[in-house]
């Protein structure tokens, strides 16, 4: 796959993805071995192909991933643009050669891991205080990655549920 840079993975970030008013039933998770998941395809406003996948383990409820993924034209494979994970496993980032942290966090693809070699494009990672399960990772992710449900912006957790 090719190196996408910072600036191109912003614009994909802010590029509008609409969902469909049904996005969260068609969002249910199936059980597999060892874990539950779901993923939807999402036409970008400029014709990108996106992808939002969620994973939990069947064990650890604190064990998940919502995934925003690109699938990059004439490519089958994706890459990862955002990854909200669980507080399930410690996590490190190599280039930076911080101490590893055990938190919620979210993975954010970069220019710079990419160029380094490494593995996944998004390695880099920030702890995240806000969200605490698989449902409020969602919400974030929709709001951080612009989804929009039928030209309506997605609503903050904030202004779902007030400041608590």
């Known amino acids: 796959m090719e190196l996408i840079t910072d600036a191109e993975i912003r614009a ?10 049904d996005y969260r039933e ?5 059980t597999k071995p060892g874990h539950k998941e779901s993923e939807i395809e999402v036409l970008g406003s400029n014709a990108s ?12 409820s604190l ?5 925003v993924a690109f699938q990059p034209p004439g490519s089958y494979g994706r890459f990862i643009l955002r990854r909200y994970n669980g507080k399930s496993h410690e996590h490190g ?18 220019e710079r891991y990419q160029r380094a070699g490494w593995p996944h494009e998004e390695h ?7 969200y605490g399960s698989v449902e409020e990772a969602l919400d974030c992710a929709l709001q951080d990655c612009n989804f929009r ?5 997605v609503r903050t957790l904030e202004e779902k549920y007030g400041n608590q």
């Open 49 to 60: 192909r996106f992808w939002l996948i969620i994973r939990q383990s069947l064990f650890q």
């Open 124 to 130: 880099f990672a920030e702890r995240s205080v806000r």
């Open 63 to 67: 064990d998940f991933s919502v995934i």
């Open 149 to 153: 449900v039928k030209g309506a912006r």
């Open 26 to 30: 068609r969002l249910r998770t199936k």
């Open 93 to 110: 980032n190599g280039l930076e050669g911080e101490p590893p942290f055990y938190d919620f966090h979210i993975h954010v693809a970069t």
């Open 12 to 21: 994909l970030l802010n590029e509008e993805k609409p969902l469909p008013p």
